[in-house]
């Protein structure tokens, strides 16, 4: 069983498929499958899109160094609006971020974060990697790193990597197991290279699962075979 985790989740994760916002049902069910591996007393990390906010490509009269600072701003949103859900719900949790300053967000300092896990808080790294030009994948991955996980989880809505898109090919062949090296190269795009190559760098396997089916958190967490790992 996986001791230290970082889950990277989109902001579909709080809006639902396709949605906008919050969704009542949809962080329902994230809470419920949190919880099941929180009770495991493992030390968490979390990573959030903001796409259920806005997406940077639908900002198409800013430039792109503005688009991601406004994204990097709704990670923080959205970290803060799980944070209230969680506790509302019986799991302390802490939010870190190096690009605000406000009174519910406490600075990204390695020594807090590892008090916090120690204390039982989920950790919610929200900014970004405090630079515009970079995805929320390679913040999870830079995130992972830091707080020493043993998997870096990817939460998405399908079961893993194929070698074509499942829902175009009836014969497409899911892969249990990827390497680094394969996954660049086909530029599976599941995660950004940059994500990829951290992770290969610092020898940091990543779990891709399809996070919408229940209980499949919990077996990821447990070692059980489901989803796609990408290592060497």
């Known amino acids: 069983m ?29 809470v419920n499958e949190v919880k099941k591996i929180h009770q495991l007393n493992i030390k968490l ?23 991601d600072q406004l994204g990097m701003l709704g990670t923080v949103i959205n970290s803060l609006y799980l944070k209230n859900v969680f506790e509302s719900n019986g799991l302390k949790s802490i939010v870190v971020s190096p690009i605000v300053n406000l009174p519910s967000v406490m600075p990204l300092k390695y020594d807090f974060i590892e008090q916090c896990f120690e204390a039982g808080y989920i950790v919610l790294f ?17 995130r992972a790193i830091e707080m020493n996980a043993d998997i ?25 197991n990827i390497t680094f090296e394969q996954a660049i190269k086909e530029q599976i795009k599941v995660m950004d290279t940059e994500a990829f190559s951290i992770c290969k760098k610092n020898n940091l ?27 060497y």
Do not use: H, W
């Open 205 to 231: 396997s990543i779990l891709i699962i399809n996070f919408f089916k229940e209980g499949n958190l919990l077996k990821a967490v447990e070692g059980e075979n489901i989803g796609t790992k990408v290592n």
């Open 45 to 67: 990390g979390i990573v959030v899109g903001a796409g259920n906010i806005f997406r940077g490509k639908e900002l198409k009269d800013f430039r792109i160094q503005m688009a």
């Open 2 to 30: 996986y001791k230290r985790v970082l889950l990277k989740l989109s902001g579909e994760s709080l809006s639902g498929e396709g949605g906008k916002g919050f969704s009542e049902k949809t962080l329902t069910y994230l």
């Open 152 to 176: 870096l989880i990817k939460a998405t809505k399908v079961d893993g990597i194929y070698d074509k898109d499942p829902k175009l090919f009836e014969d497409a062949k899911k892969y249990d």
């Open 126 to 142: 929200g900014g970004g990697t405090s630079n515009p030009l970079f995805t929320t994948d390679t913040a999870a991955a830079l």
